[in-house]
């Protein structure tokens, strides 16, 4: 139960770590794209926007869910209560 919500917990901290990581490799494509040198640049960029609404928030959430049942796995096979007895 305890492993249970520490995954739980530490899959819902990943979800603002995952969004930032997204937004910043979203933000220096952009950059990179319109040749830019500065994030100034990028303020009348509507493709960043969609970028970041429509992908990296989609993404991120993917990622944490996919850390959290992640952890959920490989904690239930170390836990000696969750396996079966040997006959």
């Known amino acids: ?3 249970a919500l520490l ?3 530490l899959g819902l901290l990943s979800l603002p770590v995952f969004w930032w ?3 910043e490799m979203f933000a220096l494509c952009e950059m ?3 040749q830019t040198t500065t994030r100034a640049g990028l303020a ?3 493709g960043l926007g969609i970028l970041l609404v429509f992908l990296a928030g989609p993404l991120s959430v993917l990622a944490s869910v996919s850390l959290t049942i992640w952890l ?3 904690w239930q096979e170390k836990d000696p209560a969750c396996q ?3 006959r």
């Open 1 to 3: 139960m305890n492993r």
């Open 7 to 9: 995954a739980v917990l």
């Open 21 to 23: 990581l997204l937004g």
């Open 32 to 34: 990179w794209q319109t």
């Open 44 to 46: 009348d960029d509507y």
């Open 72 to 74: 959920l796995f490989r």
């Open 84 to 86: 079966s007895p040997e």
